[in-house]
Every structure is written in C-alpha cells, then in structure tokens.
C-alpha cells in the first residue's frame, strides 16, 4: 500500500474552509443491509431493513445534500453493508484523509476500498494504525470556525488516536468521553453548526467532556437536544451554512433551530437507523471537490 505513517506532520492552511463550495462524499445503498449487531440499534433489526425503502431515502436526502453542495460517489462493495456510512471512512482536510481504522472487524473490509477512493481522486492518503483504532468523521468533527477538532472515545475510537490527528492538521484536539452506548460515534449526540452554534445531547458525555463544550461554546450558542429527539438522531446532522438535513425532528427543537435563522430540512431515514445512523452518517465531508483538491495539494 502506498500510503504514509501517521507521523507525519503536515502545515495548518485552515483558512480557506469557509470559502470552498461544500462537497460531501456518498455511498449509493444497493448493498446495504443489517447484517450483523456492532451497536445498540442494529439489535433485533438484522435483515429487518427494506433495501427498496432504503434506496428512497437515501435518493431524498442525496437530492436534498445536492441542493447546498457537490456530492461525490464511492461504490458500494459486496461484503460492506455498512459502507453507506461513509462518514466513518475517514477525516479529510485540506486534501489530506486520515483513513479510519475501524474498531470492529465487521467494519475492517471498508478500509481498502476508501482508501483506494481517495487515492484515485488525488488525496494525501494517511493511515491509522490498527491497534489505536479511529472511525472518521463519526468520531472527529471540526468546529465550524476550523479551529478547533472535536474528536469522541470510548465505544470506537481509541482516545491515542487523537494526539496524531493534532500533528496531521496542526490542529487543536479535544477529547470527549462518549459514555452512553446509544450514542457510540460523536456524531449521534454533538453537532457543531454554522454561525457558531453547536447542537448536542449532554447526557451522552462525561461531566469534564460537558464542561470542554461548554467553555467553547457560549450558553447563548449551545442547542440542547431532548432524549426523544437524540434517538431520533437528531445530532446527526448535516449543516451547511444556514441549512440543516437531518432525519424527522419534534416540533420544538425545529422551532429553537428556525428562531436561530436556520432553515431546515427533514428527510425521514428509519432504514438507516435500524443500522444505527442518519443524515450525517451518511454523509462524509470534503474540503474540497475532488478534482481542485487533486490539483492543488502540494
Ligand atoms: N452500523 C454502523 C456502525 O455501527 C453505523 C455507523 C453510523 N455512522 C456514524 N457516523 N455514526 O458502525
């Protein structure tokens, strides 16, 4: 595999996130299905998604994604039902991806073929080592301002696999402790949005880990998510400027988020979380389209 030890250290140039079109990577779900129980959701439900159900809701929200950013494809592989989550492929900014080390062998045999996606399109490719693991973007998500990483341990990720994070991007990393196992991945319960704001379920973390977001974020910016609307994965959201694409909220939290000036949109996803995900599981963000990140990483 030609691809580079995680010690190396590559310069900070975070200024320009704001001014890139948005531009996300997805995974048609022709293969997907529930095969097997690595969290909470997927118990009970195994084979119990409809692919043809699934298929129409993932076509409404890649529609929906399409109306504020680029999408990009990655082919389904056979034996990767879990692959529509490309969130989990990995970390990528500024042309750089931190390829995912998954925690679950279940998991392992998406490695190659995201690695091989962002190699054909150019990217610096880094891999994790297989005994920190890492799961992407599910545990790893940047503060809007890019300021900052926001990176999850506990269920997956293994919390020494964020000091390597901190030397790729030259970046600042907080650590949180997820310590409720519906909430497995960072992006089930925290959300940073635009404008400053950051969207989460508190239950989901350990007091210190409150206490980080809550010296980040100002009380004015912080959006508390209900029970009932955190197991509908609402933290599971895709934001992009003023819009939020998330699964079916109550009408309270969509009204907290309209009153901020953020203009939402629902796309219903119950295929997808008897797998335990939704709208930003299914999502993986590139900095850049993948074409002028080919061309510009220098
Ligand atoms: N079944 C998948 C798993 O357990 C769901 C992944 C959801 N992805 C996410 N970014 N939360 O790994």
Not at 161 to 188: A, C, M, Q
Not at 219 to 229: H, L, N, P
Not at 253 to 272: K, P, Y
């Amino acid at each position: 595999m030609s691809t580079q030890p995680i010690e190396i250290t590559t310069p900070a140039i975070l200024a320009n996130i704001a001014s890139t079109p948005a531009a996300f990577l997805m995974c048609p779900p022709k293969l997907y299905d529930v095969n097997y129980v690595i969290n909470p959701w997927m118990a009970g439900n195994v084979h119990a998604s409809s692919r043809t159900r699934a298929a129409e809701q993932w076509q409404r929200l890649y529609e929906a994604v399409t109306t504020i950013a680029n999408v990009q494809l990655v082919e389904p592989q056979p034996g990767s039902p879990d692959m529509v989550f490309t969130a989990n492929a990995g970390l990528e900014r500024n042309g750089t991806v931190a390829i995912s080390s998954f925690f679950h062998p279940e998991r392992q045999g998406e490695e190659p073929h995201f690695r091989r996606w962002f190699q054909l399109a150019g990217y610096t490719v880094v891999d994790t080592p297989r005994t920190t693991p890492f799961e992407g973007e599910g545990d790893a998500l940047f503060s809007t301002d890019g300021t900052r990483l926001w990176v999850g341990y506990g269920p997956r990720t293994d919390p020494s696999s964020h000091n390597p994070l901190r030397k790729i991007w030259g970046i600042e990393v907080t650590s949180l402790h997820l310590i409720d196992p519906r909430f497995y991945h960072l992006d089930t319960c925290f959300a940073p949005l635009a404008d400053g704001y950051v969207m989460y379920f508190p239950e989901a973390f350990d007091k210190a880990s409150r206490a980080k977001i809550e010296a980040f974020y100002p009380a004015e910016k912080r959006i508390i998510v209900s029970e009932s609307d955190a197991i509908c994965f609402a933290c599971n959201a895709i934001n992009v400027d003023r819009t939020i694409i998330l699964n079916n909220i109550s009408s309270d939290l969509r009204h907290q988020l309209e009153s901020r000036g953020f203009n939402i949109i629902e796309v219903t996803l119950t295929e997808f979380l008897k797998a335990g995900g939704a709208a930003k599981c299914l999502v993986m963000k590139l900095s850049r389209p993948e074409r002028e990140a080919a061309n510009s990483v220098s």
